[in-house]
């Protein structure tokens, strides 16, 4: 991941641990890794920090299929192939004219009721359609059932472990409101608890 902060240390990015777990199971998927380098970068640039948000504009609903974007690819590609092709081609021109490109994701970062920093984070690290991809590991990861992955308001909470590094817990906020077809505006807020 492209570093989001950098450290105190001659600018460069603070090392991503070779072991994360995610509620005492290894997982080295880029979703642990991209949780754990944002909380890391921004608990260690800002120790007095009580929350972070995350906030884009996501075209599609979240699912379980999509956790592996690999396997879901190539089930489009399957069910292309079953398709007429100018047809499918047709429909994907449409729905990008409507609802465009990837969108940049917005960073907001609190210490209690003051703003340390708002800034878009850069697009080679995550971008709308990544963002759905996290948000939902997240849920998986804090079994939330998946028939709730799409409701206004879902919350829930997961830990992660490095080795060498101080245990994470992290509590997540997911709010969505769909604003039309499958655009919705999301917002999730992440804040540290005591592990």
């Given at each position: 991941m492209c570093a989001l902060l950098r450290d105190d240390a001659g600018g460069r990015a603070r090392p991503t641990p070779d072991a994360i777990a995610i509620g005492g199971r290894p997982c080295a998927n880029s979703a642990a890794k991209f949780w754990w380098d944002?909380?890391?970068?921004?608990?260690?640039?800002?120790?007095?920090?009580?929350e972070f948000e995350?906030?884009?504009l996501t075209a599609g609903r979240l699912a379980a299929g999509r956790l592996n974007p690999l396997r879901w690819v190539e089930q489009e590609l399957e069910n292309l192939q079953r398709r007429d092709f100018g047809e499918a081609v047709r429909?994907?021109?449409?729905?990008?004219?409507?609802?465009?490109?990837?969108?940049?994701?917005?960073?907001?970062?609190?210490?209690g009721e003051h703003d340390r920093l708002w800034c878009s984070l850069p697009m080679d690290a995550v971008d709308s359609d990544i963002l759905l991809y996290l948000a939902g590991w997240l849920l998986h990861w804090a079994q939330v059932p998946e028939a709730d992955w799409n409701g206004p308001d879902v919350r829930g909470a997961i830990d992660l472990d490095a080795e060498g590094a101080r245990r994470q817990r992290l509590s997540f906020h997911l709010a969505s409101e769909h604003l039309s077809e499958d655009l919705f505006?999301?917002?999730l807020r992440v804040r540290r608890v005591a592990a």
């Open positions: 944002i909380a890391d970068e921004i608990w260690s640039t800002w120790p007095d920090a009580t995350l906030a884009a429909e994907l021109v449409d729905e990008f004219e409507i609802i465009g490109p990837p969108l940049a994701v917005q960073l907001h970062v609190r210490c505006r999301r917002t």
